[in-house]
């Protein structure tokens, strides 16, 4: 099993504990333009990756011809924003799935769940990646309860009123 995850905190104990023990990954993947364009910064973030597990920080754009490289095997990709997963399927990297685990408060979101805070730009990307076939999930670990997306943006929705 492989999970695709939006976490703006990208791999910390959630992903690589929480979800780790659930898929027991080989590797773990980033998907982040800046963050791979450094390397000093890439190796800070590969610090959350367990031991025995590859780690990986790779360009958005990059995803589709990294895992092609790496063969098969369970992994966990995580990108930082809605918006990046969006990125993923226009740059041709395929999925059907997304666990979205947190979107945290910055000035401009409001809470909608307690680790998902939103404005109007992550609610066009949900709808957009709903409208494209992606089976969208929102959960931090696998053993809390799971929202839809649908869910989520009807929240969002009606407590704007």
């Known amino acids: 099993m492989d999970i695709i995850r939006v976490d703006d905190r990208l791999i910390h104990g959630q992903v690589s504990v929480g979800w780790g023990s659930y898929i027991n990954p080989r590797h ?22 367990p031991d025995g597990i590859k780690g990986a920080v790779v360009p958005v754009s990059g995803v589709k ?14 990108v ?20 979205v685990g947190g979107i945290h408060l910055i000035e401009g979101k409001r809470e909608v769940i307690h680790y998902i ?23 931090d670990l696998p053993s809390n309860k799971k929202f839809t997306a649908e869910y989520i943006i009807n929240k969002w929705k009606h407590d704007e009123r």
């Open 28 to 49: 773990m993947i980033i998907a982040n333009d800046e963050i791979a364009s450094d390397s000093s910064e890439s190796e800070l973030y590969l610090l959350g990756v």
């Open 65 to 78: 011809f990294y895992l092609d490289s790496i063969g098969k095997g369970p992994y966990i990709l995580v």
């Open 80 to 99: 930082r924003s809605l918006k990046d997963a969006l990125r993923l399927l226009d740059s041709g990297f395929v999925y059907d799935k997304l666990n």
């Open 117 to 139: 805070f939103m404005d109007c730009g992550d609610v066009e990307c949900l709808e957009e990646l709903i409208a494209r076939g992606i089976d969208v999930s929102i959960q």
